[in-house]
Structures are given as C-alpha cells and as structure tokens.
C-alpha cells in the first residue's frame, strides 16, 4: 500500500554506523531506522546470537516456557523500577498493553469509573486507534473517525494544565520523557518529578513512553533516571532489540495486579529469536562504560552542533535533546535539510516542529561525530548560499 514516501534509495547491507546502498554507496546513518539499530548494523555479537538461536528452535508460543525470555526479564527488572515485564513485537503493542493495564489496575482496586489517561499535545505513542487518539495529532487521525474515547491533552512541560485536566474518571497520565516525532522536545526533570508527585497525589498511575528516548539512547538505559523518579509503568520498544522487531512493557507489582492469566497476550510476543537478541543487546549496553561513553559522545555532538548552529543562523535555529537523541530545528523547510544531507551520504529523519533528528547508533565515536559535522557543514553553506 501507498502508505510511505519513500526515498529513492535502497540498501544492501550494513556494518558499524555505515549501510552501504545497492548503487555501492556507502552512507553514514545518523537515523538508524528512526532509531532502531542501537547498536550499529551487523554488530557480530548480535549476529551470533540470532544465528545460534535460529539454529536451535524459532518459535514455540507463550502456552510453554521460554527460559531466555525469563532470563531478559529478570535483567530488566534488576535494572530498573519494575518487577513485571510483557514481551511483545513492537512499541504500539507496548503502549497497547499498557493502556490495557491501566484499566484493569482501577477495575481490579475497585474503581473501574477511573479509565481516562492524560496526554500531551505534539506526543506520538503509535498507529493503532487508541494510540493516535492518544496523541491526538490531526494528521494522523484524518479519515479514522469516530476517534477513540478516553484522551485528554494538556501541553506539554505545563503542570498548571495537566493538574486542570484531572478528573474523578483520571487513571494515568502518559507522557514521553523526550518527544521524539513531536520535535525531539525533552521533558524539563522538574515537570518529570512534579508528574511523580501528582500522582501518588491523585491515585494515579505514571506511564512514561520510552519506546524512542530508551534503552540508552539520552546517556542513561532509560530518560526518566536523569530525573531521578520512577513511574508505574512504561512502554519500550525499538533500540531494546537493535533492529530485530520487539517491544516490552515494564511494571511494578501493584500496577499489573490486574493482568492475571487471560487478560492479554501475543503470538509471537517474547519468541526465542526475539529473546536472544535482546539479551545480546543488554550484554552490551551493560558493559562497563558503555552508556558512559554514549553519554560522552552525545556531549560532543551537542557542542558541536551548537557551534554549527551559530555558523549558520539562516539554517539551524536551535539545537535541543539529549545524548544521541538530538534535534536541528530549522528556519528553512526540514525536507531541504534532510534531502541536502543525504546527497552528502549523511542519513537523518524529519520530525515534527521543522526538526531534523539525529539519531546515530550508540557506538559511534569521535571519527564519526567529525565525518557528521563536516557533512553538516557543507550542507548548510549549501542551503545558506556558501556563506556562514
């Protein structure tokens, strides 16, 4: 189906931060399948471990026990706030589940009338109909009426409308700790705190979406620890799998109380293949001193697109994000930008609010932050008439 407005542009293969285009090209990936491949393409330990478990068994359903899937589970639950963790195969499953959960955890203590979630404007939390009516983009919504019910937006980084917006019929309240197709917008870490603190207020479940800004990608293995809080619940997806399709949907005790034997479930959630990627991927994103290093590198792109940004004011209006997860706002069309690029062999993705997103793989290094900013470069004195 039409459904994509797809470059002109095919790839063969991968390794490192480079893909490599069937016309033989090779290009630096700052985009990373809208960052997806967290650890670079063909990373050999990955390939290993994919390669040892489609060896062995693929696929045998969740009516059976799947050791490796419990071994990943419980790694997660070490390393963060929850003690429940749900397999699934992308990041709208996650956020489904988790709507899902929202609702069974009133039911369950007795207040099934509490079944609305607040929302804030410019987010993005899937395709499916309950997730673009929680974004509540027009766009996305066009030609899909009636628009799912149970949806209230508030700005975003504005607690004097959020608490506004809170009602007897308030369940949770679902926010990404940086906007990611909204503009690469990142949460201030007192408005992170401040949701924390109206929830336990309310009776509230805090849901935080980090199926874009997770699994590393701002310095830490998830956003929300820069804030120092924890929330109830959160959807994860993309970079937890560095390009083989998984999603999980993390959760304390209390809030999964309700989701007994039953009540959910996937096909194909949580699958051998799935599971031996994804503790592949927590090998490495554990090791000693690797989200030290992307938290390093990403500083370093930071200051250097700030002085880019300066460079050429007529381009880049303003830089924003967080580690790898980085954001030029443009004062020129985005697509222009985008498009100068990757006549450079430099691959970027749009975003909402004029943005163009850099997103690299987390292994990058110095090498490839200077190949970027010179093609960065270029691009602008392209786009700004040779001129800094």
């Not at 189906?1 to 016309?23: H, I, K, N, T």
């Not at 509230?204 to 804030?227: P, S, V, Y």
């Not at 590198?297 to 880049?316: H, K």
Request: overall charge negative.
């Amino acid at each position: 189906m039409p459904v994509y407005a797809r470059a002109d542009l095919a790839f063969e293969r991968g390794e490192g931060a480079y893909l490599q285009s069937s016309e033989g090209d090779w290009y630096l990936d700052f985009g990373c399948g809208i960052a997806v491949t967290s650890l670079g393409h063909a990373h050999p330990r990955l390939v290993e471990a994919l390669g040892e478990q489609a060896r062995k068994v693929w696929h045998v359903s969740n009516l059976y026990r799947i050791p490796a899937g419990e071994r990943l589970a419980r790694r997660l639950v070490e390393r963060t706030f929850a003690e429940r963790v749900f397999f699934c195969n992308s990041g709208v499953e996650a956020n489904e589940a988790g709507l899902k959960l929202v609702r069974k955890y009133h039911d369950a203590t007795g207040n099934p009338g509490r079944w609305r979630v607040i929302t804030c404007t410019n987010a993005f939390h899937g395709r499916s109909l309950s997730t673009i009516a929680a974004g509540g983009n027009q766009k996305h919504l066009e030609g899909f009426a009636p628009q799912v019910e149970g949806f209230d937006h508030v700005a975003f980084n504005n607690m004097n409308e959020l608490r506004n917006a809170i009602t007897d019929e308030t369940a949770a309240i679902l926010v990404e700790p940086v906007q990611g197709e909204g503009g690469i917008k990142p949460a201030h870490l007192d408005y992170l705190r401040a949701l924390r603190e109206v929830c336990d207020e309310y009776g509230l479940l805090l849901f935080f979406d980090e199926i874009q800004c997770g699994m590393g990608r701002t310095g830490k293995l998830f956003a929300h620890e820069w804030a120092d809080i924890t929330p109830d619940l959160m959807s994860v997806a993309k970079g937890i799998g560095s390009g083989f399709p998984m999603g999980a949907l993390l959760a304390t005790e209390k809030a999964a109380q309700g989701m007994t034997a039953g009540t959910h479930g996937t096909t194909f959630g949580g699958n051998p293949l799935a599971m031996a990627v994804g503790n592949a991927v927590m090998d490495e994103m554990l090791r000693d001193g690797f989200l030290d290093g992307v938290d390093r590198v990403g500083r370093t792109l930071w200051q250097r697109l700030q002085d880019l940004a300066a460079r050429y004011p007529r381009v880049i209006e303003e830089v924003r994000g967080a580690g790898l997860m980085l954001g030029l706002k443009c004062v020129g069309s985005n697509a222009d930008l985008v498009a100068e690029l990757r006549r450079r062999r430099l691959l970027t993705v749009p975003g909402g609010d004029n943005v163009v997103r850099l997103l690299p793989p987390l292994i990058i290094g110095e090498a490839e932050v200077d190949e970027a900013l010179d093609k960065l470069d270029r691009a602008c004195a392209a786009l700004s008439g040779g001129a800094a």
